[in-house]
Nanobody
Framework: QAQVVESGGGLVQPGGSLRLSCATSGFGSVYYAVGWFRQAPGKEREGIACISSRGSELGYADSVKGRFTVSGDNVKNTVYLQMNSLKPEDTAVYYC??????????????????????WGQGTQVTVSS
């Protein structure tokens, strides 16, 4: 069964760093691309980063560009989100998801949640002093 599982969230001070992991049932074999999303209380889920399994396509929302880096390991079937210079406004539940469009999907800019099907349970990231 296709699935994704996030890990790595926690409490961090402003300016700190965290690395989230997204273990998948097949990065490249099951999913062509994986996206990262977040949802803060009272707000809609927003796409923040995506990566294709070929590694040639990367996309970031403007709000995280230059601070967050997405990377993937096809052998470990795992996608990572390195988050640096964290701000209180980055506080949210972070999700990863596998795409549902296959090779038709183009990872560019902020990913659209509607293009992704299998979602993880989420991991909480809290940025606070």
């Amino acid at each position: 069964q296709a699935q994704v599982v996030e890990s790595g969230g926690g409490l961090v001070q402003p300016g700190g760093s965290l690395r989230l992991s997204c273990a998948t049932s097949g990065f490249g074999s099951v999913y062509y691309a994986v996206g990262w999303f977040r949802q803060a209380p009272g707000k809609e889920r927003e796409g923040i980063a995506c990566i294709s399994s070929r590694g040639s396509e990367l996309g970031y929302a403007d709000s995280v560009k230059g601070r967050f880096t997405v990377s993937g390991d096809n052998v470990k079937n795992t996608v990572y989100l390195q988050m640096n210079s964290l701000k209180p406004e980055d506080t949210a539940v972070y999700y990863c998801a596998g795409d549902k469009l296959g090779l038709q999907y183009t990872c560019s800019g902020r990913p659209d949640p509607n293009d992704f099907g299998d979602w993880g349970q989420g991991t909480q990231v809290t940025v606070s002093s």
